[in-house]
């Protein structure tokens, strides 16, 4: 069994509308809107778990219903929460427009801001087990939560763990900068990012430009599959799995699960990478971020099949 994995970053509520056709701007659009649980490292976290990873999540909720609902289902998963309440700010929300194939965000981050240098030590400390970090890379986009994401990645490599960066998103890698964020992950044994997010960091979307930053690169590419780069060898590439797309939202976080538990489990890169890819395809033959689970697990209250506005 693969050892223990610290996931950090951000853990919210989203909310889904799924329509098909163009977009009715200024208008009504008929769309499937659902509330679910969401945030880059909570899918990961929930990911790793479904597949039998031991995983404890890092991470700042608000007291509130949103909060105390998003920490029942992530433990009813199976997921280790680290996680602190703050009565200072909300639970994170995210407004998901998906739509064949892709997905864009509106984003409010909440009390994910909150993330501090002390939730990464008093995690740390309480999972002596723990052989990996994975840090989302939202919590670097953010000035407040920024220093804790830096120091999660500096504490564990001194603690001896080895250490994964996901991208997460190109328009906040676009505004931070990508030699700054490459900066901040330098000297992570994986980085991961998606087509969009490599060409935000090095205007490329071919592995090897990005493994000149990190131990291992991998580009993820959606239907087109994924490249691993490393430096000295030669880039591997794998096909995507077939899959019916019905939401693409998470599916970059399922990949990350898949890779790293077929990573630490001693697995090739092109095999780690066919995991990866296997878990991403499950991702997106469903509705929501999450692995499927009990009825009712991930998702709140439904508008029902259409919702007009």
């Not at 590439?237 to 890779?259: K, N, Y």
């Not at 878990?279 to 998702?299: Q, Y």
């Amino acid at each position: 069994m693969t050892g223990r994995i610290i996931v950090v970053g951000d853990i919210v509520t989203d909310v889904l509308a799924v329509y098909s056709g163009q977009l009715a701007a200024g208008s009504d659009t008929p769309a499937q809107v659902s509330l679910t649980a969401g945030g880059s490292a909570a899918n990961t976290a929930a990911w790793l778990a479904a597949s039998g990873t031991p995983v404890t999540l890092v991470g700042v909720v608000g007291d509130d219903a949103a909060g105390t609902d998003r920490l029942a289902e992530l433990a009813a998963a199976g997921v280790d929460c680290a996680v602190r309440q703050v009565a200072d700010a909300p639970t994170g929300t995210v407004v998901v427009l998906s739509h064949t194939g892709e997905r864009t965000m509106l984003c409010d981050r909440g009390a994910n801001a909150r993330l501090s240098t002390g939730d990464l030590d008093r995690a740390l400390a309480g999972a002596p087990d723990a052989v990996h970090l994975h840090l989302s890379g939202y919590a670097l986009f953010d000035g407040d939560s920024r220093p804790a994401g830096r120091h999660a990645l500096a504490t564990a490599r001194r603690a001896g763990l080895t250490t994964s960066v996901d991208a997460a998103s190109a328009g906040p890698l676009r505004r931070v900068g990508g030699p700054a964020f490459l900066d901040w992950v330098r000297d992570a044994d994986l980085l991961l990012a998606n087509l969009d997010e490599a060409v935000a960091l090095v205007g490329s979307a071919d592995p090897v430009a990005l493994s000149r930053h990190a131990r291992h690169a991998i580009v993820k590419r959606g239907a087109d599959g994924a490249g691993w780069a490393s430096a000295g060898t030669e880039p591997v590439e794998v096909p995507a799995q077939p899959a019916t797309v019905v939401d693409v939202t998470g599916a970059g976080d399922a990949f990350a699960a898949g890779l790293l538990t077929a990573w630490l489990g001693g697995a090739a890169p092109a095999d780690a990478l066919a995991a990866g890819a296997r878990l991403g395809a499950e991702a997106v033959a469903t509705a929501g971020a999450r692995p499927p689970g009990p009825p009712g697990l991930w998702a709140g209250r439904s508008s029902g099949p259409e919702m007009q506005g």
